[in-house]
């Protein structure tokens, strides 16, 4: 007889159904985007505004970076404790409070603070909306939907571009824009009440009430067969609470596997560095070649445009190719466009195509990783390991701008930088390939039975604990 979590993984897709979740989840990622491509939209202007040097300019993005690590830790094991459904409502509305907040800032110090605090709540979107989409996705499609997941980020991006250049023209247009983000913000908020709780975390705690509830609905607006299932006897977690619940899915993450936890945190640390080295510094990049506000935020925004194409190819190849290929071959593509884009400056057209050629690559990997390193998981410690992962990324890249301003950028020059970073790339490529599996097509808690080497650790069943 099935369990209810094969019942979940079993049904049909439905856009009205499943569909939902999809935009929900969706929409709160997209604000996500929205933030941290501001940061490099505001860092030019809040040096205007404030006079500020370019190290303390990278501090916008790196107050902002450091609060979404934090938040990463936190509401990950969050999730995994009290349900996706509460911290999913609940990070969106802490990151809209603070930003609004942020938009009246007095001062240079307090607009930092403010960031970093709305970073916080921002920083649990990403965990906590890739483990509610993966876990109501029928197995067949969780791939293309967890890849398609991504294509909320360039929109965000692009949106975040053409809204802040609409806005270069206002007085006080930093705090114009900030405020613009928040609002739609709160929206969400109210909408994502409505969505239920994940049926197969009901089932992993045992709440088998509330989990039949939203299964016999799942199985009746999808037009599924009404066959039996179980829901198996929950597994004892313990009563930690507090700072111990975050620092206990550190040690079960990688208790679970060292060397798939180790691929993931490199995997996502050197590839977003490149990412968000070039996204939080692009605008000034291009302000410092000559390039006016309007034209440096529409190249910037050009970056993000080509990468909703570059989404929509990687939701068609992610099942085709595998996610470890497709991530292998991007990633150092797209590190050495950006290398291409530093030696090409003094060239308008050919460092605009570098720039192109960068936005869609980047954006052929992204997705897969999400989708890869969410998989990699079982259930009890999805939100977790991906939130950790994301955690440790933003925790170097939260720096990162700090140190590109006022020591890489200075010390080594651009083609130099982006060369660096590209090696770390393709290092962290190499490892994954060796350390960790591919996960198409597995069921979500079958993610390790191939993983190589004496490290794997056995996928607990019904009745097991995870350790």
Excluded at 27 to 52: Q, R, S, T, V
Excluded at 59 to 70: E, P, S, Y
Excluded at 117 to 138: M, Q, T
Excluded at 282 to 304: C, H, N, V
Aim: aromatic share 10%.
């Amino acid at each position: 007889m099935k369990t209810g979590d094969q019942i979940v993984q079993d049904l049909p897709w439905r856009w009205s159904v499943q569909g939902k979740i999809f935009i929900i989840g969706g929409l709160g990622y997209l604000f996500d985007a929205y933030d941290i491509a501001l940061n490099g939209f505001l860092m030019p202007l809040l040096g205007e505004h404030f006079d500020l040097t370019l190290s303390q300019r990278g501090l916008v993005a790196t107050a902002n970076l450091v609060g979404m690590a934090l938040g990463a830790v936190i509401w990950g094991g969050v999730a995994d404790r009290i349900g996706r459904k509460k911290a999913f409502s609940v990070t969106l509305l802490i990151f809209a409070v603070f930003s609004v907040l942020g938009a009246l800032s007095p001062s240079y110090a307090v607009f930092l603070a403010l960031r970093f605090v709305a970073g916080i709540g921002l920083g649990g979107c990403i965990p906590v909306d890739y483990a509610l989409v993966a876990e109501f996705s029928p197995r067949k499609y969780r791939g293309r939907v967890l890849t398609a997941l991504d294509v909320w980020w360039p929109i965000g991006v692009t949106l975040c571009g053409l809204v802040s250049t609409a806005m270069l023209t206002l007085d006080n247009n930093w705090r114009w824009m900030l405020t613009t983000m928040a609002l739609p913000a709160l929206l969400l908020f109210w909408v994502r009440r409505g969505v239920p709780e994940s049926p197969v975390y009901l089932s992993k705690k045992g709440r088998e009430a509330e989990a039949r509830t939203v299964i016999d609905d799942l199985v009746a607006r999808t037009g599924a067969p009404v066959e039996p299932y179980v829901i198996p006897v929950p597994v004892d977690e313990g009563k930690a609470k507090g700072p111990r619940v975050a620092f206990e899915q550190l040690r079960d993450v990688w208790r679970f596997s060292a060397r798939i936890t180790s691929a993931a945190w490199l995997l996502f640390a050197t590839v977003m560095l490149v990412y968000y080295a070039a996204l939080s510094w692009m605008p000034s990049i291009l302000k410092e070649q000559g390039l006016g506000d309007r034209a440096a935020f529409m190249s910037t925004t050009l970056m993000s445009g080509v990468g909703i194409v570059a989404v929509l190819a990687s939701t068609l190849l992610v099942d085709l190719v595998g996610r470890k290929w497709l991530i292998g071959a991007t990633a150092p593509l797209a590190a050495l466009a950006l290398v291409a884009f530093a030696l090409l400056l003094d060239m308008p057209t050919g460092s605009v195509v570098a720039i192109g050629v960068f936005g869609f690559l980047m954006q052929l990997t992204i997705p897969a990783m999400y989708a890869y390193v969410s998989e990699l998981y079982p259930t009890l410690l999805r939100a977790s390991g991906f939130g950790w992962a994301s955690s440790f990324s933003r925790v170097l890249t939260g720096f990162a701008p700090l140190l590109f301003g006022s020591v890489l950028w200075p010390l080594l020059g651009l083609p130099l930088t982006f060369a660096v970073l590209a090696l770390a790339v393709v290092a962290a490529v190499v490892w994954t390939a060796v350390a960790a599996p591919e996960t198409r097509g597995r069921a979500l808690d079958d993610a390790t039975e191939d993983a190589p080497g004496p490290h794997r650790v056995p996928v607990p069943g019904p009745g097991q604990a995870v350790l």
